[in-house]
């Protein structure tokens, strides 16, 4: 699959780290350091425009280990662009831990996936079919 990509950023385009990699990395385009505090949370831009096709979206997720070593995340994880969005891409990255974290420019601080989606269309009813689980949940299984 082919995606239009505009790059205003000064580091190369969104790569997969290995052959199977499900998700790109994408790196901060920061003209200086972010410095977050503890349960502090910043908006990093990546300088990354792009057009994706007609029923797909682009998720934006955590980076495990950005998140196990420095205790950086995504917020609103995964974020959803959509494929009539063309703005720039932009981060919601929130500090976890007890530490100052900096970010550097062209650190890699998320991973995007590109999936397919379809849209529901609701059918309104009365009641829905039976199965073992029924109304079962959070943990209803045990442990």
């Known amino acids: 699959m ?10 190369s385009l969104p790569a997969y780290a290995t052959i199977h990699s499900a998700g790109m990395d994408i790196r901060s385009n920061l003209d200086k350091p972010v410095i977050l505090k503890p349960l ?6 990546t300088g990354l425009f792009i057009e994706l096709p007609e029923g797909y979206e682009a998720q934006i ?16 994880s995964p974020g959803t662009i959509d494929a009539d969005y063309r703005g720039e891409i932009c981060v919601i990255v929130i500090n976890l831990s007890s530490e100052e974290c900096i970010i ?40």
């Open 40 to 45: 502090e949370r910043s908006l990093i831009p």
């Open 2 to 11: 082919k995606i239009k990509i505009v790059n205003r950023s000064k580091h």
């Open 104 to 143: 550097e420019d062209g650190e890699r601080i998320c991973q995007m996936v590109v999936a397919s989606y379809e849209q529901a269309q609701w059918e309104e009813v009365e009641t829905l079919s039976e199965t073992d689980r029924g109304a079962g949940g959070f943990g209803h299984t045990g442990l």
């Open 61 to 76: 997720r955590p980076r495990s280990g950005l998140a196990l070593k420095k205790g950086l995340t995504v917020l609103n």
